[in-house]
């Protein structure tokens, strides 16, 4: 009597949570933001610039001498309009407050995002040893390694994308491993190491590239198709799987 084939067990189906995602439209829209509050930065600075103006026109004695002697007159206006630039410093630090605090989120973010990107792509295809040493690796070096491990052509640390994301993660110890900097107060007093820890817009908008750049090589090189979830307004971030 001949057997009975029972049917293959189907698949199961597995609910996954895409972090990286996740974090890569969080750092989307942090910068959005933050390009969107530079606004109020120009808006505030222009009104320093008149006001310096009027201070340096009224600072200037009765033959337009700098420093030169100063009638009481204009004594008078350029105490009023210290008071003034006194409020419109301290409305430009306010300015800058969410354009800061959206710019770190925006690199601490992206860095975020390609760690667990590439702990992802790694853990399809390392086991045991192989992956719990590989999750010790710093974040830069999970990216060349793990293309190496795969005989893949991997990235090359001296161009781009990898130089931009190296920067990205240099940034990100940088604000997150902080330390207290310092320079002499000019006005308007807004420091100028803000460029150094990668504080600005263009800043932003490079870590998000870089790590659209290194995520779509790392899928060219596994003939993969780039992360669908680079574009559109995704606020759904499972996503269902099929495991055998």
């Not at 001498?65 to 204009?74: H, L, V």
């Not at 407050?97 to 790694?122: D, T």
């Not at 974040?139 to 052509?153: E, G, H, I, M, Q």
């Not at 781009?160 to 107060?185: G, S, T």
Request: proline share 6%; net charge negative.
């Amino acid at each position: 009597m001949p057997r009975l084939q029972l049917p293959h067990k189907p698949p199961t189906m597995m609910s996954v949570l895409a972090v990286d995602a996740m974090y890569f439209h969080a750092a989307q829209q942090a910068l959005s933001r933050a390009s969107e509050y530079t606004k109020r930065i120009d808006q505030v600075m222009g009104v320093i610039e008149r006001l310096q103006g009027k201070i340096d026109a009224l600072s200037c004695g009765p033959d337009g001498e700098k420093d030169g002697e100063i009638t009481s007159r204009n004594c008078a206006k350029l105490e009023s309009l210290y008071i003034q630039m006194e409020g419109a410093e301290y409305r430009l630090g306010e300015a800058y407050g969410p354009v800061l605090q959206n710019m770190a989120a925006v690199h601490i973010l992206c860095a975020a995002s390609a760690e667990a990107h590439i702990n992802m792509q790694a853990q399809d295809h390392l086991h045991g040893r192989d992956w719990s040493t590989f999750e010790r690796l710093p974040v830069d070096a999970k990216w060349l390694f793990l293309p190496k491990l795969l005989s893949l052509p991997g990235f090359d640390p001296s161009r781009q994308p990898f130089q931009d994301f190296d920067a990205l993660l240099h940034i990100r110890n940088k604000l997150v491993h902080y330390r207290i900097h310092k320079e002499p107060w000019d006005s308007p007093g807004i420091p100028g190491f803000l460029t150094e820890l990668g504080l600005n817009v263009e800043s932003g908008e490079r870590s998000v590239n870089a790590v659209r750049g290194m995520l779509t090589g790392l899928a060219q090189q596994l003939r993969q198709d780039q992360p669908h979830w680079f574009t559109g307004g995704r606020e759904n971030f499972f996503e269902v799987t099929f495991q055998k």
